[in-house]
Structures are given as C-alpha cells and as structure tokens.
C-alpha cells in the first residue's frame, strides 16, 4: 500500500478494501463486523444494529434525489440488508462556508421525507462549518439504528451450492446518473439515480422466506465488488450470467461509450437477495409487487462452497459461454460517488 | 439570519443556535431531544440513549490530543452527560486525497485507546476519500450508543432555586491549547487541551446522588454559552461568580492579551454538574478523588425559576461586586474548534 491516500482508497475497490482492512479492521479488532454493512449488537433483551456512512456526493443535486435523500437511503439499505428493522438515524453535517441556506433547507427537507417514507427518526444532529475551500459544499454523515427480529434474521453461513442470486431490479443507473450530472465526461443521458429506500420491500421478502442466506445492497464498487466482498468473507464460489443482469439501454449505451461495465458501477437502490433454490419464486413474486423491485431477477448461483484454490471466487459467463473472473473493482472508477 | 453560512454559523454561539432551529430542529420536529446532547429512546426493555458529532478540529494534532482522541472523547461525554453508559461508538472518516497514511494511522489508534479507557467498543465504521483541496486534511463522524439506567438519571426539570452549580476543573484550556497550536494569533503556551473521556467519573456521581438535575459538557461556545442554553431551556435563572471561577493562570493570561474571556472558551474535558445546595458536598468529593476532577468547584447557582421578563437568564457577578448578563457566545471566536 501507497505511504498516501489516494482517490481509489475511498472508491469501495481494491486499494479501499486493503486501507479499510488494515488501517481500521486490524486496529478495531473486529473481523467479523466487517464482513456485514451494520454492526449487530447484543443487548440483554433485545438486538440492534447499527450502521454509518458519510456521504461527499458530487454534485449534491443529481437526477433522482441529492445528497440528503442519498443520506437516508444509503443508511436505511445498509440496515434493511443485515435483516434490521431500520428505527432511528442521526444526522452529521459538515458545512462549507459559503454554502446557500436555501440549498441547505431543501436537503434537509428531502431528509425528512425520505425518513417518513421509511418509517425512521431523526433523532439526533450536529453541524460544523469549515472555512471556504476546506470542504466541498457539504458533506452528511447518517448514522443509523435498527431492531433484529430474531425470527426473521440473514445466515450467510447457511449459503450452499445451488443458491439463487436474485437482483431487485436494473443496475448501474446511480453510477452514470452522477457521471452524466457532473457533465466532466461529456455525455447525456436520461438516467436517473436509482437512489430509495428499500427497507419495506425487503422486510416483506425477510417474513415470507424463513432462510435468506444473505443481502446486500450493490453500492461503491456495484455488484461485482459486493458480490466479491461475499464469496471471500463466507468462501462461496459463485457464477453470474452476463446475458441475465438487468441493464437499461442508455446505462449499457453509456458504459459502450466509457468502456465501463455496468456490474462495477454503483446503485443506490437496490439489494442482492441470496436465497435456496427452492425459494427463488416466492422472493421473485413479492419483489415483483414493488414499483422498486418489478425487474428483479435471478442472475446466477453459487456454485461452490469451501476454502482452497480456485474457491471463494466470482465468474461471469459471458455472451460467447465463455466464464471470465471477476475482481473487486481495482483503482478507482469514480470518486465521490456517495 | 443571512442567507448563506458563515463561520458563525458553526461556532455554537448565537448564529448557530439560529441555524440549528431554524433548519434542523424546526424541520426534524424534535423540540425536546434538542435540548440534550443526545437522543434518548425507549425501546421494549430498556433506553437507549444516541450522539452523534462530526470533527473538524484544526490542527489534527495539537498539546493534549488529536482529532481520533477528541473525536472519542466528543461524544462519550456527550453520552455520560446524558445519563447515559456509553456503549458503542461509529467511526466514519471524510480524508484528503494525499493525507498521509502514518497520520492516519496515529489517529485511529488513538481512537482504539481512549475508547478502551472509556470502555466502549467502535462498532461500525465508513470511510470516504475526497479530492485534494474537498477537504482539510481529515474529518471524523462519531455516533455513540449508551444504555440509560432509570435508577440513575438526569432530571432537569427538577432544578430550582439554590441548586448547586459545580465545574469538574479549568475552563477554557482547550480553546487555548488550540488557538496557541495553530500559532496564528501569535502566542505560544504551555497550555494542553484538557480531552479526555469523563463516563467513569459522571457514573460515580450518578450512583451516589439520585437527584443530579442536569449535566453538561461545556464544549462549543465555552461555560457561559452551555449555561445559557441550561436557563432558556429550561426556565431558570443563573448567577455564577467571577471570583470563583476555576482558569490556569497560563490561560487568563492568554485572554487577557487576545481580550477573550475564559468563559466563552471550549473545553472538552469539563462538565457542569448541577445538584441541590445538600448534594454538593458528595459531588465534590467525589470529583475530588479523580485527576481529572481535582480542581472542580461550586461556581454559582440557580437563583430562580420561571417564565417571564428578566427570566431564564445567566448572570455573571464580577469581582467588582456589580452583576452582568451573559449571552450566548456572539459572532465567531474560534472556527474548527472540535
């Protein structure tokens, strides 16, 4: 690792993995909260999760939401994935001086509706102003607090050969939603970032199927970094279908143009559901119910199970039936992306 | 209030408590949890209490500290000032593109040290990497998480007329230590930030007198502007004493050649503690057995309590004999303080 931080340490790929296990896993002890977007946490008659994310999106005004809705959504999924029951949120700012209080009101009222929306409280805030020149407009932290219910819980241990992949819906619209609004790229599209909430979708998938192996919301680094991050922490072998992933025309458009692809580029509102075979259907028909979940789809399986060469890896089959390996996102894509 | 932020905004004085109102506390609809540092919730079996707050203190390092340390500190004591048993913190860093590593480092295990003092756990954690020139070398959010005893709680509304006002030590020293780190206002001191975690102190205090009314930490905006918040939220009124008021000789010496005043200083390892006139003593000599709460002292009290003209106010009685009004610190003292 470089002696100097550098944008890819913060874009959710390979150098931002390596910083996070060295500098802040090894140095907090704690290997196995990290393998799970949320802390869970025993308490003598209850379990909470709790989750953090700071959020230095840029620009904070994008087709689909801004920075405040972006702060809601982005904690409320991280709880929602580790099987939580999302209740309250805190809310950090870090505001440049300078910045316009019309602005301000605006992504704070986009706070508020989106908690609603979600069912959560604000419950606790903090404001710091920092000279011109010493921040980038704003920057929001969201902390964020949920109930477990016992009964209704992720086992990704449980996860075995022959598990479904499901996707709620297309990917890669937040990643060239954002690209597309900053305009440093040259391209137009009609995109809109994908950024909801998804707590009440997946509460419903988590009381109607008893054994979800594991969810995750596919955001830095987009669904092959998650999906990675998942075959090396629970050692599952897994295989997606190119021909399978869900993309909209002007996303695969864009990625032609940008030479990106669409599995490495960030989402903000959507979940990777791993569940039995046998229950593929039942996540699929109540996902389908939702405005935000009627594209979801299977998109592979595991394939392998165990530690040892060749295993706790992610393939592509591609068009031609070829497989290809697919790696963490390596150097950085797109900074300040969340 | 203007319409753009200013460094006024953030400096917990006047402007920023009309910002907070303004665009948080009226939006968030939490008039109450407004008026402690933390959020306290009842969940089935217990209470939980929530702080979050985001560092922006300049330098990183300074005498006595560093942001890691501080950050910790910041917000346990926001918690045990509650009333509540710090559990749990989050961690989420907002870093420069070039910030060194090795700094990086330092910080976070200073971190991992004061939270074992202090005796919680980081649990979840998020880091976010910015642009040269987005951000100021380093920011840290921390959230914490406490349990609330009901046995041993704060009750505010419960102050009266003769209640007790104690301070843990001398005001003032972090503001000093800071102002004299940067080196821009050309004094050079001895003086170290007092940043240090108080829970194991405050705990004592909240097992030996069942009637604490109220506990504060007097950070942001220094002893007088806390107090003021105390006697607007709560319908009291103040008078503290000149005479009596605990500041390193190092300290007022500082203010008297930059025309500050010890009182509006931040301090980071200081809390007020107000009790009935009967519980002093046992605070005191509690306070006493602690380095960190040897120098602590009754520095005025409550002189009334109600709504009305001249009501909820804080008086300062001047070694002349005549008495002042405080206000709110007005205007920016110190940006980037904490």
Known sequence: MNDRISLAHGDGGELAHQL???????????????????????IAHSRIAISTDSFVIKPLFFPGGDIGK??????????AVSGATPKFLTASFIIEEGFPIVDLKKIVQSMVE???????????GDTKVVEKGSADGLYINTTGI???DEHHTVKPESMQEGDSIVISGTIGD?????LSARGDLGIQTEVQSDCVTLNHMIAEVLQAVNHVRIMRDPTRGGLATTLVEICEDFNVTMEIDEMLLPVRREVQGACDILGYEPFYLANEGKVIIIVGKE????????????EIGKEA???????GKGKGKGKGRLFLR????????????????LPRIC
């Not at 907090?28 to 949320?38: N, P, S, T």
């Not at 789809?297 to 394939?303: E, L």
């Not at 039936?321 to 950085?332: A, E, I, K, Q």
Request: aromatic share 4%; net charge neutral.
């Open 20 to 42: 996070i296990q060295e500098v802040f896993v090894d140095t907090f002890g704690h290997q196995e909260q990290a393998k799970l977007d949320a802390a869970i946490l025993s």
């Open 70 to 79: 972006l702060a809601v959504t982005g904690t409320v999924n991280d709880l």
């Open 297 to 303: 789809k299977v998109i592979g399986k595991v394939i």
């Open 318 to 333: 591609t068009p031609l039936g070829s497989t290809r390996r697919l790696d963490r996102l390596s150097g950085m894509l």
């Open 279 to 290: 229950d593929e259907g039942k996540v699929l028909s109540i996902l389908h119910q939702y």
């Open 114 to 124: 989106e908690a609603k929306k979600a069912d959560v409280r604000i419950v606790a």
């Open 146 to 148: 949920g109930w477990i």
């Open 174 to 178: 937040h990643g060239i939603a954002i």
